[in-house]
C-alpha cells in the first residue's frame, strides 16, 4: 500500500539577500536546524528546498508535524556565510498555492 | 485579538514589515516605549522597568504609563510578583536573552520556564516580546508563538502570554 506523504510547506524571509539555491548556504542552514532540533527530528522532518521566491524569500517543504520544530529552528540559526542573518517564517500551510498571496516581492 | 511586539533597534522598523510579520505594530525602544532604571525618570509614555531594586520597581508599577517589569535570567522576588499583580501590571520575558548566543541556552529556557511558573502559580500575566536590537533577531508572530509554548509548555498559555502585551497597550492608550 502506497502512503502519500502529507507536507507542510513554509514561506520564510532572511533580513538580508540570500540565495538558498547555492548548494553551500543551503548545507549550511540545515546544519543549523539540525544542530538545534537534533539529527533525528532533523532526519524525520524531510526538510527541502523548494524554492528561492526573490532576494529574501524562500520556500521550504517538511512532513506534516514538523513545521513546528522547522520555525522554531529558524528563531536560532543566525549565521550563514560567516555572516550574521536572521531568519522570519511568514506562513506555513498545507499548499503552496494558499502561499502565493504572500510570495509577491515587496 | 491585537498583537505587539517591542524591539530596541537605533530605527524603527517598518509598519510593512511588522504587518508581515504578523503583528498589529512593532513598538520601538525610545519611539514608541522607553526602559526606566531608577525615579528620577519619569516619562509619559508607556515604559518597561528594568530595575533589580524591589523599591524602585514597587514605586514604578503603580504608575499608569508602566506596562510590566522586563527580566533577563534574573528570578524575581515573589513580592514583587505580586506587586505586578496586584497593580495589572506584566513580567515581561525576552526572546533576545535566548537568541542572543547558543551558549547556555538550556539552562537560559530552564531559567525562563522557572521565572513563567513562578508567575503563573501567584497568577500574574507575563508576557514575550522580542527586544531585538537589528533586523537579524527580529521575530515573525509564529516564532514568538514557538518559544512562548517552549517556554509554558502549553499552546493555550503561549497564545495568552502573547495577547497579553496587546490588552496592556490598548488599556494605556484608553486611559490617556
Known sequence: MILKRKSRYIL???SRPLELGDKRLW????????????E??????????IKQVDSTKFLLRTSRGAEKKIVLALCFVKQINAQEVGFYTLKTSGTIRSLRSLQSPT | ?????????????GKDLGKRLGFRKLLNISDDVELVESLSSQPKKPFLIVSQNPNVVYNLIKSRWAIGLLVNGDEPDQKVLNKIKENGKLLVLNSYYLTIGERDRVS????????FRNA???????????????????????????IAKMITTDEHQAKVMLGSLGESINDIEEKE
Open chain 1, 12 to 14: 520564510a524571509e532572511s
Open chain 1, 27 to 38: 548545507d549550511e542552514l540545515r546544519a543549523g536546524i539540525a544542530k538545534f532540533i537534533g
Open chain 1, 40 to 49: 533525528k527530528d532533523y532526519a524525520d522532518s524531510n526538510l527541502t528546498f
Open chain 2, 1 to 13: 485579538m491585537h498583537y505587539f511586539d517591542i524591539t530596541n533597534s537605533p530605527t524603527a522598523f
Open chain 2, 108 to 115: 537560559k529556557v530552564q531559567k525562563l520556564k522557572k521565572i
Open chain 2, 120 to 146: 503563573h502559580k501567584g497568577k500574574t500575566k507575563a508576557t514575550i516580546i522580542s527586544l531585538a536590537p537589528n533586523a537579524n533577531y527580529l521575530l515573525s508572530f509564529m516564532q514568538l508563538l514557538e
